[in-house]
């Protein structure tokens, strides 16, 4: 019997087609939904960046200096937004800085970028993350505010509360640096060279000397802090514009300066 092998015909390669809008704006939401989803399952982490902002307000403003605040309005004001500026914080500078840096650390960069999945999706997703834990602490402070003697209209809240959203941007930008410089173990100790020190230097919660006033200019905490008085009407410092620019310079350095680390270590 004869036997005839056939060779099949050479096909055309398949077309690189983008992917459709749909798919990709899903993508994005699906890798944001299980970011979130495993931060808020993470106690060490959902624990104190959703609860110590408004314990620490409750316990200044309400147990320790309560009578003083009742009769200062503008005292109970600004420990509010010291509070909440403290509540943006931390999501993005250790969400980005810790996650990123175990992420380069085991690889998981790496093999991301060889899914088919949209590039900037963990990215997006870290930042998606950080959004919603300060969503979160903005309900929470929004709550608490009556028991610290402060009366704030819907409006006010809603303002503020949509300035801290997109404040946690540049802290993510610097959390994102420090990922792609340190080591898993070290980026908690580098994240808190950035985040306890600017606590206090950035005059959100307590007043620096005459002398060390400058200093508080340098931090995007007390810039974020006068764009949200600002922006309910409240007497601030400075412009709201020169605030605007200072947090958006600082998101975008420190982004792009991440990105070239990566990009420098493959």
């Not at 997703?125 to 709550?143: D, H, R």
Request: hydrophobic share 60%; proline share 8%.
């Amino acid at each position: 019997m004869n036997t005839t092998l056939t060779i099949p015909a050479q096909t055309a390669p398949v077309a690189n087609l983008p992917m459709p809008a749909s798919r990709l704006w899903r993508a994005y939401a699906i890798e944001a939904k299980y970011e979130t989803l495993r931060m808020l399952r993470a106690p060490a982490f959902a624990g104190p960046f959703l609860l110590l902002p408004v314990v620490l307000y409750l316990l200044f403003a309400v147990l320790l200096f309560g009578p003083g605040i009742a009769k200062d309005p503008r005292g109970a004001l600004l420990i509010f937004m010291g509070f909440s500026v403290l509540g943006v914080m931390g999501p993005g500078l250790f969400g980005f800085g810790i996650s990123v840096a175990m992420e380069r650390e085991q690889g998981l960069l790496k093999l991301k970028r060889a899914l088919p999945m949209p590039a900037a999706a963990s990215l997006v997703a870290k930042l998606m993350m950080s959004m919603v834990f300060v969503a979160i602490v903005m309900a929470t402070m929004a709550a608490a505010a009556p028991l610290g003697h402060l009366r704030l209209t819907a409006t006010q809240l809603l303002s503020l509360s949509f300035v801290n959203i997109l404040g946690a941007l540049p802290f993510c930008a610097m959390g994102f640096l420090v990922g792609s410089l340190s080591s898993g173990k070290a980026a908690p100790a580098f994240v808190n060279l950035f985040y306890l020190p600017m606590i206090y230097l950035s005059a959100i919660l307590l007043p620096l000397p005459k002398s060390m006033e400058w200093i508080a200019l340098l931090s995007p905490a007390f810039h974020l802090d006068q764009l949200g008085l600002a922006a309910m009407g409240e007497a601030s410092h400075g412009s709201p514009a020169i605030h605007i620019l200072v947090l958006a310079g600082v998101t975008l350095v420190f982004t792009a300066l991440a990105q070239y680390r990566l990009s420098r270590i493959g």
